[in-house]
Every structure is written in structure tokens, then in C-alpha cells.
């Protein structure tokens, strides 16, 4: 979020201290100025990997899970921009939510929640992907982008606590020329210069620069109180609300003084009225020393919040550092790893090549963000129920259960996960699960730092167990890693997810053989007929579940190599749109296929595999063709004013067809009462206004789902089961 309204007045307000910059040019300048007082060291510039992101993935289809390959070639291009100009590019990513910013983040994950219901309504409607308006970046993009940049010979850190101050600390230990990034809060920190990635021209390597000096030269603060300012105005640490006292009292003061105010809206207003005030502080000889002020009128946890605001934007080496506590919390599982294992936990997190076990071992968190899921589907589980005996599994083997064989002692796991009906009130606690394995679980270390034959199958052994798939250890060595990959997470989502089809497995199983032929510019070529609201929320369940495999991966000590669980490997989102159509209107297998014998073969070696395995658990694979409407050739022209559904949308909901091993499609995943309505964090957007219930139109059979009165099936055994998790 950075600071309220201070990058906009400064472009409004203050437009001397927004220049443009040459990155070129810069880069040449910092060279020259460094080789005056040391030996000669390229120019580097410091990345806001996360604030990157919407910039970088500029692929034509967002909403169908990233086109994965295109994504990397873009990053290639982008990297070797600057490589060009001969700057060193180090890459920072978020690795945690910080305590005091957890609702912040609960409140962005909300937001975002109506944005997804819109794009599933338009989905449904259209049959096609909504404007820029409605743009959400891929599931998971966050987490697979840094091994990308890795595989592209860059340097990627993940942070151990707020970013934007590891970014910060970093550029200022290392003289670096510059931060780029999107997040006023670099103005505060003092640091290197602030660098704007949303301005930034890659043809020219030029962007904005937004100067800390010059803006406070223009507002008559000195650079050490522009801590108390972001606090004053409003930042991720203390909220735009707890501090509007103030600047009403500041703005009440600013206009009796200034007849003729700032040029600009009311925030430009805000931004001088506050600096005034704060600039009034320096001028008291008796106030100079003091992080927070005694004049300045605010209780006492008011008081406090903001000294815990100012103190974080100090960095190692600013006057106030030394009464702020920067030392690591202890870990919260540290009784049940060995010291070796935390500090490999932390050097795998921080590095960007683990993913996970630093959150559970070190901080006891885990959380995950939005995903593409229809809230108004209640036939698919959310991602973050389908994988959760997984992530169970992972915890009881990074945990060791206790070293007894128990988790009776073991704290739970706080999981803030995204999904639909969750309220994000508070984390679920979540407790590890025993892995079942054919012989003693093996010690952590012994998994992670031992070598030798038997220790190699042992990390199989887990990892495989970890998705109840251990019948598939004979398959390592016989067919390439990402494909037992595949394999893996295909069969772990059959198995929890009822509804899912033969045509679905085919789809799944189709694009990842034969992607491995596909280059970046035969993915692009692929033209999608229509759109399938079921098929964009499939493939992002696919997505998350690679997440899954990587930290299931690192916890087992990476039997697989992790490039081969990399999404670019076996996932691209317009083509395996394009085999869920083709699967679903029941093309012929060497269509399916693309008449490649060698995908064909392997394609029959996954399926057989898979089928072997459904016997064996009981689960009844059905063929249930979806048909979806066709893309309308004009718009609708008249909707019903509530719904947004053509006004003959208004029947009794029918399921898609009865599912296998006893279980009821409707509602099944909705098991905690705080799911109804009225629990929902989203207000009415979507859901209910003044009592009205909403239908959802549901574009594969033609039928309304009314919401409000779901079918009466009886849940059946696994349906219970699935409450235990």
C-alpha cells in the first residue's frame, strides 16, 4: 500500500521531484561516481520482485491459469534490457506477512475476492475474458516466479520479514544505484533512489525517479521526519483510520493559514497540511530527539503504534536504530528439528530455492492468496481444501510427529488461506498428520543431508506418500520427472474431488505430454472458440497443486529436482484449454493428441497408471461430457436488474450429474456454519440485497442453481471424512 495520497501529491504537487531518469546514462554516472572512491563494481539496481509481477505477465490469456512458457521468454527479454546496459539486477520477493500487517493483507484478499466473482459472472455470460478492468494476475505466479528468474542466472532473495525494508536495507549496505518497484514507502526509507516500475520504458530504460530531497526541500521537512509523516498520513503499520484526528486538526489549521492553498485535490491538501505540522516539531529544540513528539495529540496506544510505525522504516546505521529490536523471533518449532535443519530452512527460504518449510518450521504459518475459484460453484472443492491433507502430510513429516509418533504435543499450524466462504476472521489451525510409510519414518536430517542409494529412495519414498502414491515409485527412471509429477498431483485431485471427470483427467493428462513439444509461439497460435468458467477454475486447481508438489519436494530433500515441477514444464493455461474442449466434445485421442505417437503412448502409459490406481481406491471415474453454451453473437440486451442473467434464467438449480463413492456435489465443501451469507466478507456484491437470494446461471448445462435452496442428497461417509482435515 505504501503511503496515503504521498505519491500522488508529489506528481500533482510536486512535480520537480518527479524526473525522468535514464537508466543508461544513470547507470554510467553511478560507475563513475563509485571508481572515485573504490574499485570499479557494476551498477546494480535492486527489484520489488512482487511489485514487478502485473508489469511482467503481459501474456494475452491471464484468466486460464498462465501461459507459462510466453512468461519466461518475457522475463528473458526483460532481464537482458538491463543486462545490455551492463546493470546487475537483484531480485527481492515477499516470504512472509508480518504480524502487524496480517489484516492489511486480510483486507487487500477481500477486495480481490469481488474482482473474481465479477470475472466468473462475466465468464459465464460472455463465454470470453474480461477486460484490463478485471485483470488478476495467475494463481501462484508469486511463487514459481522466482525460480523462474533463477533459471535466467539471477540473483533472488526472499525475505525473512517486510520486504520493502529487506529491499531498502540491501540497496543502502550496497550502494546501489537504485530501487526499482511501486511502493511509496521508498521515499521514506532513505536509502538509494526510488525508481518506478509501472513508468518504466524498456525500450529506452527510462522511467521516473521520485527524489526524497527535493520533496522535502518543497514541504519543509527534514529527511529524518519523513518517518512520522507516512505514520501521520497513513501506511500499512498504522492505518489511514487511527490517525484521522490529526490531520483533521492539521487541515483545520492548514486552511486558516493558507489562503491561496496547495494546487491539487484534498489528499494533495492533506499531504502539505500534515507536512506542516510535522515540520512545527523541528522547529521545538525540546522535540528534535523524540520519535514521536509530546505535543502531538494521541493516546497512549496511538502513542505507541507509532513509534513501532517510525522505528520501521529505520535502517542499520539511522539515529533512533538502536531502540528498535531487529532480532529474529524465535523459531516456533525449534524444540522438534535440529539446529541444522533451521538453518537450512532459512538459507533455502531466503535463497528462493525451498518453498514452505521456513513458514511452517520457522514461523508456524502457512497462507496462500487469492485464487481463481467461482464462489458460486459449489460442485468444485477450493484448492485450499483439495490439497489440505497434503500440506497435513508435509507438517507431520517436517515435524517428525513428536519424535514418539504423536502430534499430541504439537501446536497447530496457522493456515490463512483464500478461498470462498472463508472470512479470514482468523488463521484454521491445522494440525500435522502421520505419513505413512512401509518403514520407520526417517529423521529429517537423515532425508536432507544424507547421501547414498537407500537414502534416495527413502526421499521418493516420502514424497510419494505424501500423495498417497506410492504405487508410482516404480515409474522414477522409466518416464521423466515432471510427468510422474503430473502423474501425482492428477491422481491426488481424482481422488479428493468426486466430480471430476474422464473428460477432465484426459485434459489434464493431454496438454502435459504433449506440451513438452510446444514452443512459446506455438502456444500463442492456439485459438479458444469459447471460454469454460469450470475449465479456468480446473486449471488453476492444477497450478496450486505444482505449489503443493514443490513444497511436498523440498520437505521430502528434493527427490525431484524442482525444475521439473516448475508449471513451464507440464501446464499452459490456453492449452489446456484447448484440450478441455476438445476432451469434452469427445474428440479422438490422436486429436487429443496431436497426432504424436509418442505423446500418444505416453499419454496411455499416465492413464493406465491412474486407472490402476482408482481400482484400487474405489473411485469410479465417469464420463460426463460438459457442453457449454455456445459464445453469443450479440450482446444481451436485457437482464434481469438484480442477477445480470438474461431474465428466462430464473428455474430450480440441478446439479451437473451425480458423483461417485457416495458423494453430494452441491455444497459439500461449505462445512462450517460461518460459510452462510451472512458471514460473507464480501458485503452484498454477488450474493444478497435487501433479502433478495441470487441464482447463478451455470453455462455447461443450460440450468439455473438457485443458491438458496441446494439439493437435499445425503453427504455420504466421505463427506465426513473430509471435515477431519
Avoid at 133 to 160: D, H, I, M, N
Avoid at 493 to 498: A, C, D, H, M, T
Avoid at 520 to 528: A, F, N, S
Amino acid at each position: 500500500m505504501g503511503v496515503k495520497g504521498l505519491q500522488y501529491f508529489m506528481e500533482r504537487c510536486c512535480p520537480d521531484a518527479c524526473g525522468i531518469v535514464n537508466l543508461r546514462e544513470m547507470a554510467t554516472q553511478h560507475v563513475a561516481n563509485t571508481q572515485k572512491g573504490c574499485s570499479s563494481t557494476d551498477p546494480m539496481l535492486v527489484v520489488d520482485g512482487m511489485a514487478c509481477l502485473s508489469h511482467w505477465y503481459s501474456c494475452k490469456d491471464w484468466v486460464c491459469g498462465g501461459q507459462w512458457k510466453e512468461y519466461i521468454d518475457v522475463l528473458k527479454n526483460w532481464v537482458e534490457a538491463f543486462n545490455s546496459a551492463g546493470i546487475r539486477l537483484v531480485f527481492f520477493f515477499d516470504g512472509v506477512v508480518e504480524e502487524q500487517k496480517r489484516q492489511e493483507w486480510v483486507k487487500r484478499r477481500r477486495r480481490v475476492n469481488g474482482d473474481i466473482l465479477k470475472v466468473f459472472n462475466h465468464i459465464k455470460l460472455h463465454r470470453e475474458q474480461p477486460g484490463k478492468e478485471l485483470f488478476c494476475l495467475p494463481s501462484a505466479l508469486a511463487t514459481f516466479t522466482p525460480f523462474a528468474l533463477r533459471t535466467l542466472g539471477q540473483e533472488v532473495f526472499c525475505s525473512v520479514r517486510e520486504a520493502d525494508y529487506e529491499i531498502a536495507s540491501y540497496a543502502r549496505q550496497h550502494g546501489c544505484m537504485g530501487i526499482l518497484g511501486q511502493d511509496s514507502d521508498f521515499i521514506i526509507y532513505d536509502s538509494a533512489p526510488y525508481l518506478s516500475v509501472g513508468k518504466l520504458r524498456l525500450n529506452s530504460l527510462t522511467t521516473v525517479m521520485y527524489d526524497r530531497q527535493r520533496l522535502c526541500r518543497t514541504i519543509g521537512v527534514a529527511v529524518a521526519q519523513l518517518p512520522l509523516l507516512a505514520c501521520l498520513l497513513g501506511n500499512d503499520v498504522v492505518s489511514e483510520e487511527q490517525m484521522q484526528h490529526i490531520r483533521n486538526n492539521a487541515m483545520a489549521t492548514y486552511r486558516r493559514n493558507n489562503r491561496a492553498p496547495c494546487s491539487g485535490a484534498t489528499q494533495g491538501q492533506v499531504v502539505q497540511a500534515v507536512a506542516q505540522l510535522v515540520s512545527s516539531f523541528h522547529s521545538r529544540e525540546e522535540e528534535k530527539d523524540k520519535l514521536v513528539p509530546d505535543c502531538l495529540n494521541v493516546s497512549a496506544p496511538h502513542r505507541e503504534l507509532l513509534k513501532k510505525g517510525i522505528t520501521s522504516y529505520l535502517l542499520p546505521g539511522d539515529k533512533g536504530f538502536e531502540l528498535f529490536d531487529i532480532s529474529a523471533p524465535p523459531c516456533t518449532f525449534e524444540k522438534y528439528v535440529s539446529p541444522e535443519i533451521l538453518k537450512a530452512c532459512r538459507e533455502k527460504h531466503v535463497a528462493a530455492e525451498g518453498f514452505m518449510v521456513y513458514s511452517v518450521v520457522c514461523v508456524g504459518v502457512t497462507d496462500c492468496s487469492n485464487s481463481l475459484e467461482d464462489e458460486m460453484d459449489a460442485e468444485l472443492l477450493p484448492q485450499a481444501l483439495v490439497y489440505k491433507c497434503c500440506r497435513q502430510r508435509i507438517y507431520g513429516l517436517l515435524l517428525l510427529l513428536g519424535q514418539n509418533g504423536t502430534s499430541m504435543d504439537l501446536p497447530a499450524i496457522k493456515e490463512w488461506f483464500v478461498f470462498p466462504g472463508n472470512p479470514l476472521k482468523e488463521p484454521d489451525m491445522v494440525h500435522p498428520v502421520p505419513v505413512t510409510l512401509p518403514c520407520p519414518q526417517p529423521s529429517l536430517d537423515l532425508l536432507w543431508f544424507s547421501t547414498g542409494p537407500e537414502v534416495s529412495a527413502l526421499r521418493l519414498t516420502a514424497f510419494l506418500s505424501i500423495f498417497d502414491c506410492l504405487e508410482y515409485s516404480h515409474l522414477y527412471g522409466e518416464i521423466e520427472d515432471s510427468l510422474l509429477a503430473t502423474l501425482c498431483l492428477v491422481t491426488h485431485i481424482v481422488l479428493q474431488v468426486q466430480t471430476l471427470s474422464q473428460e477432465d483427467v484426459d485434459a489434464y493428462l493431454s496438454q502435459a505430454v504433449c506440451l513438452r513439444l510446444k514452443s512459446p509461439q506455438d502456444l500463442q497460435q492456439i485459438e479458444l472458440p469459447l471460454l469454460s468458467s469450470r475449465a479456468v477454475q480446473l486449471g488453476c486447481l492444477y497450478v496450486r497443486g505444482l505449489s503443493h508438489l514443490l513444497g511436498a519436494n523440498t520437505a521430502s530433500g528434493c527427490p525431484l529436482s524442482s525444475s521439473a515441477l516448475m508449471p513451464w514444464h507440464s501446464f499452459d493455461g490456453r492449452f489446456f484449454h484447448s484440450k478441455y474442449l476438445l476432451a469434452h466434445r469427445g474428440a479422438e485421442k490422436t486429436e487429443l493428441l496431436d497426432s504424436d505417437l509418442s505423446c500418444l503412448s505416453h499419454f496411455l502409459l499416465l492413464k493406465d497408471k491412474l486407472a490402476e490406481m482408482c481400482t484400487k481406491r474405489g473411485r469410479v471415474l465417469q464420463s460426463r461430457p460438459e457442453v457449454p453454451l455456445p459464445k453469443p453473437t450479440c450482446e444481451v440486451r436485457y437482464r434481469d436488474m438484480h442477477s445480470g442473467w438474461p431474465p428466462n434464467v430464473c428455474n430450480d438449480w440441478r446439479g451437473r450429474g451425480e458423483t461417485t463413492g457416495g458423494h453430494q456435489h452441491g455444497q459439500a465443501w461449505r462445512d462450517r456454519s460461518e460459510y452462510e451469507d451472512r458471514h460473507r466478507p464480501w458485503g452484498n456484491e454477488g450474493h444478497r440485497t435487501g433479502g433478495q437470494h441470487f441464482n447463478s446461471f451455470h453455462p455447461n448445462d443450460g440450468q439455473t442453481h438457485n443458491m438458496s435452496r441446494p439439493p437435499k442428497h445425503s453427504r455420504g461417509q466421505s463427506y465426513h471424512n473430509r471435515r477431519r482435515y
